[in-house]
């Protein structure tokens, strides 16, 4: 495909969004009040608004090498806080995938360049955690830490100054991890809906302490 093409799916793509709708363009240039932000991964199989059936304005995406939300990352916190301060969204989604390329480099240590100074942050979550994946089948460990990683990054995004100001303000927001299969196109829900700080420390301590109890059956078995 060359970047031609692009020209002439954009223009296929307008003239059936507007047989669809002839207002559509002239509505969605009028306003952006999205109820969701979307963190998700920059991997090209996982596009925000396709896989949750929301149309154009409906959900403020940011997107990282292994959804990652990290302390120190502008980017990151610039959106978050434009979303949450400014556009007023409800709801933080952080979504990860099965078949992250990002999270096996981690699982893995496999060096790739440049980007392996992006992923330390995912090294960590697996060295935190390796108790557990040293625990299961080799074939389990690239999924499981797939999920422990969006459950990290919702427990990161609820600790951003941009959450808790909001959360102490009475802002209604709700942090929110999900988890996407590329090979059947399903989301899953991983459990973790974080309405304010005493839900994310019940849940997150709950998550943590089933991975004790399965280390405990791995153990038994």
Same mark, same amino acid.
């Given at each position: 495909?060359?970047?031609?093409?692009?020209?002439?799916?954009?223009?296929?793509?307008?003239?059936? +969004?507007?047989?669809?709708?002839?207002?559509?363009?002239?509505?969605?240039?009028?306003?952006?009040?999205?109820?969701?932000?979307?963190?998700?991964?920059?991997?090209?199989?996982?596009?925000?608004?396709?896989?949750?059936?929301?149309?154009?304005?409906? +959900?403020?995406?940011?997107?990282?090498?292994?959804?990652?939300? +990290?302390?120190?990352?502008?980017?990151?916190?610039?959106?978050?806080?434009?979303?949450?301060?400014?556009?007023?969204?409800?709801?933080?989604?952080?979504?990860?995938?099965?078949?992250?390329?990002?999270?096996?480099?981690?699982?893995?240590?496999?060096?790739?360049?440049?980007?392996?100074?992006?992923?330390?942050?995912?090294?960590?979550?697996?060295?935190?955690?390796?108790?557990?994946?040293?625990?299961?089948?080799?074939?389990?460990?690239?999924?499981?830490?797939?999920?422990?990683?969006?459950?990290?990054?919702?427990?990161?995004?609820?600790?951003?100054? +941009?959450?808790?100001?909001?959360?102490?303000?009475?802002?209604?927001?709700?942090?929110?991890?999900?988890?996407?299969?590329?090979?059947?196109?399903?989301?899953?829900?991983?459990?973790?809906?974080?309405?304010?700080?005493?839900?994310?420390?019940?849940?997150?301590?709950?998550?943590?302490?089933?991975?004790?109890?399965?280390?405990?059956?791995?153990?038994?078995?």
């Amino acid at each position: 495909m060359y970047v031609e093409e692009l020209f002439e799916n954009n223009k296929e793509w307008v003239k059936q +969004v507007l047989n669809s709708d002839p207002n559509f363009f002239a509505k969605l240039a009028n306003q952006q009040s999205p109820k969701f932000l979307w963190i998700g991964c920059s991997d090209s199989r996982v596009p925000a608004n396709q896989i949750t059936g929301l149309a154009p304005g409906e +959900v403020f995406v940011h997107r990282n090498i292994a959804n990652l939300m +990290v302390h120190t990352d502008l980017n990151a916190l610039s959106v978050l806080q434009f979303a949450v301060d400014i556009l007023q969204v409800e709801h933080v989604i952080v979504c990860g995938h099965y078949g992250c390329s990002g999270v096996l480099a981690g699982l893995t240590n496999k060096r790739l360049g440049l980007v392996d100074v992006w992923l330390r942050h995912l090294k960590d979550v697996a060295y935190q955690h390796s108790t557990y994946l040293g625990s299961i089948h080799q074939s389990q460990k690239h999924d499981r830490l797939c999920e422990i990683n969006v459950v990290e990054q919702v427990k990161n995004t609820c600790h951003t100054n +941009v959450v808790q100001d909001a959360w102490a303000r009475g802002q209604k927001l709700s942090i929110h991890g999900i988890i996407y299969g590329i090979h059947d196109g399903l989301l899953r829900d991983l459990n973790m809906h974080i309405n304010n700080e005493e839900e994310l420390q019940t849940k997150y301590n709950q998550y943590i302490q089933s991975l004790s109890n399965s280390d405990t059956e791995t153990e038994t078995a």
